[in-house]
């Protein structure tokens, strides 16, 4: 059974950081795509940053400079560290991993939260 187990979030003042993390485990198949989604109350799920099926790298538009996604290939493990956090980065953010033969599965989600 695929688990997607996050760690990290919490609560920061604006301009602090925090470090996000999910290990994916239970499946033999390899992980094509990987990375963070969130979520604030009222609004859509969005893509924050993941990589791509070819190692390359997205961000979101208003996180571009302030957080940076990384990944260990040999744990199954994706990493976001989120720094110069802002208020409207508030939300739940989740894991997610595409693998190549069984879809697409999500972590629990984790919640950040930014105060002014």
């Known amino acids: 059974q695929v688990r997607l187990v996050e760690s990290g979030g919490g609560l920061v003042q604006a301009g602090g950081s925090l470090s996000l993390s999910c290990a994916a485990s239970?499946?033999?198949?390899?992980?094509?795509?990987m990375g963070w989604y969130r979520q604030a109350p009222g609004k859509q799920r969005e893509l924050v940053a993941r990589f791509t099926s070819g190692g390359s790298t997205t961000y979101l538009s208003s996180v571009k400079g302030r957080f940076t996604i990384s990944r260990d290939y040999a744990k199954n493990t994706v990493y976001l560290q989120m720094n110069n956090l802002k208020p409207e980065d508030t939300a739940v953010y989740y894991c997610n991993a595409q693998y190549s033969s069984i879809g697409s599965y999500w972590g629990q989600g984790t919640q950040v939260t930014v105060s002014s």
């Open positions: 239970g499946s033999i198949f390899s992980i094509n795509a």
